[in-house]
T-cell receptor, first 116, second 115 residues
Framework: AQSVTQLDSHVSVSEGTPVLLRCNYS??????LFWYVQHPNKGLQLLLK??????LVKGINGFEAEFKKSETSFHLTKPSAHMSDAAEYFC??????????????FGTGTLLAVQP | EAGVTQSPTHLIKTRGQQATLRCSPI?????VYWYQQALGLGLQFLLW???????NRGNFPPRFSGRQFPNYSSELNVNALELEDSALYLC??????????????FGPGTRLTVT
């Protein structure tokens, strides 16, 4: 079965410093992986997705993630944090390949705080 | 292009009542998904509809049900409401069919409060 583990429930950074949100996955086949962001009282917005093409995936708002099969990781990074990046971030794996499910399996989320 | 829309924004019900939540997908999307985001339980998959058929359901009791209409909009019904059903219910849509790499686009959610 597919699963994702987000290693930090809370991350705090200063504005202008790099952001690293960690995610490990477990999958019996090459997974489809996503990062979603949820701002307070808002729905989920897709940041980026990995679907077995390039291992370095660029997303919106300057975020990117690198798929590392040897480490079963899909960490999200951004070179310089903005105040507007403060939100909850979810690492997600799709359970759809090879079976009729199409469901997304969410990590527990990482709350990113950005200090001025 | 309009995104996924959900109504109502907030819904307050009492225990034992029924709740109906509605979702309109992005134009051209035939798949609709429902997720529950409850405090302490995270985001959990509820239901997937495609072309009017229920394709998959998560680990929820039968009192959670729904349907998809010919225009691909969807309804989620929760019968015999319990306090623990209080949550944000998110609807998402994607192009239809079995595709692990289709991203799902989410609506803003319906906040259901059961008192």
């Amino acid at each position: 079965a597919q699963s994702v583990t987000q290693l930090d429930s809370h991350v705090s950074v200063s504005e202008g410093t790099p952001v690293l949100l960690r995610c490990n996955y477990s999958s019996s086949y090459s997974p489809s992986l996503f990062w979603y962001v949820q701002h307070p009282n808002k729905g989920l917005q897709l940041l980026l997705k990995y679907t077995s093409a390039a291992t370095l995936v660029k997303g919106i708002n300057g975020f990117e993630a690198e798929f590392k099969k040897s480490e079963t990781s899909f960490h999200l990074t951004k070179p310089s944090a903005h105040m507007s990046d403060a939100a909850e971030y979810f690492c997600v794996v799709s359970d759809g390949y090879g079976g009729a499910t199409n469901k997304l399996i969410f990590g527990t989320g990482t709350l990113l705080a950005v200090q001025p | 292009e309009a995104g996924v829309t959900q109504s109502p924004t907030h819904l307050i019900k009492t225990r034992g009542q029924q709740a109906t939540l509605r979702c309109s997908p992005i134009s051209g999307h035939t798949s609709v998904y429902w997720y529950q985001q409850a405090l302490g339980l995270g985001l959990q998959f509820l239901l997937w509809y495609d072309e009017g058929e229920e394709r998959n359901r998560g680990n929820f009791p039968p009192r959670f049900s729904g349907r998809q209409f010919p225009n691909y909009s969807s309804e989620l019904n929760v019968n015999a409401l319990e306090l623990e059903d209080s949550a944000l219910y998110l609807c998402a849509s994607s192009p239809g069919g079995l595709a692990a790499d289709y991203e799902q686009y989410f609506g803003p959610g319906t906040r259901l409060t059961v008192t």
